[in-house]
């Protein structure tokens, strides 16, 4: 089975998947492409930085653009994939000979023609910044899926970790689920969990879930290609659709004793 991944281009928070995926799982399937989309998609980078400031404050913002800094640099040394760890997708792609570009809209015609002359039989979203339209939606015959980091359809939208955390959960969910026209809607295939540490601050819980999202993933890759998968259903009338959290959601997030970074 050919897989296509589409995804967001952050080295600090995607990156951790594709490294424990690689690490663990790339020998069992043919990933003929990834595709990196910009940071938080068509977002503009002002905007961007002021909800981050927001989220992380001044001290924890700077400690973040010098992480993506040492990232980018870093990431132009050539590694093996025996390294211990990678600073860039392009850097981990390189070391697998894993074919990747960086793209502006997954739903670009000229993208579109691209993916179909590549033939995946399924398209992967981890984090993927872009709704997906037709006629990509209809092109790999597998169908297209996506990974989101919280139960469906209690936390549909965008940052479900931080809502998670905010909402005092024990534990954060991961869905993996087909991709649909609506966002989080389509039927699922794989739900499970994994248990908030104590003290455990926002930075520390979506890199750890996205590694064991790698694990979730490869489960449903292996159903999926022995055409095993069956679907759970979901109670679409009960879901909740969150957003950026404003700027008292944030005081709040920090006066119930929660850390962004």
């Known amino acids: ?27 069992e399937f043919e990933i003929v492409h990834i595709s990196g989309c910009r940071a938080m998609g068509k977002r503009s980078r002002r905007q961007l930085l002021r909800e981050l ?86 092109l790999p015959p597998a169908g297209c ?3 989101h980091n919280a139960p469906l359809p209690k936390y549909k939208g965008m940052m479900p970790t931080f809502w998670q955390m905010y909402n005092a959960e024990s534990k954060v969910g991961v869905t993996i689920h087909y991709m649909s026209l609506a966002i989080d809607e389509g039927a699922a295939l794989f739900q499970g969990e994994l248990e908030v540490q104590l003290g455990e601050s926002l930075d520390h819980l979506i890199r750890r879930s996205k590694r064991h999202g790698a694990h979730c ?19 679409k009338i009960s879901g909740n659709y969150f957003t950026f959290p404003t700027l008292e959601q944030i005081r709040e997030f920090r006066r119930r004793g929660l850390r962004a970074i």
């Open 217 to 235: 993933m490869a489960a449903v890759l292996r159903q999926i290609s022995a055409q095993s998968h069956t679907l759970l259903k979901l109670d």
């Open 145 to 147: 899926i996506n990974i």
């Open 53 to 138: 400031t927001s989220l992380y404050g001044p001290m924890g913002i700077a400690r973040v653009l010098l992480r993506l800094a040492r990232a980018r640099l870093l990431g132009l040394v050539p590694r093996n994939r025996r390294a211990r760890r990678f600073y860039t997708l392009a850097q981990l792609c390189r070391a697998y000979s894993i074919p990747f570009a960086r793209i502006s809209s997954p739903n670009a015609a000229q993208f579109v023609s691209k993916v179909k002359q590549r033939a995946p039989d399924l398209i992967v979203s981890v984090a993927c910044p872009y709704i997906l339209k037709e006629p990509l939606l209809s």
């Open 1 to 27: 089975m050919k897989i296509e991944f589409l995804t967001d281009d952050n080295p600090l928070y995607v990156l951790p998947f594709f490294e424990e995926f690689f690490r663990h799982h790339a020998s």
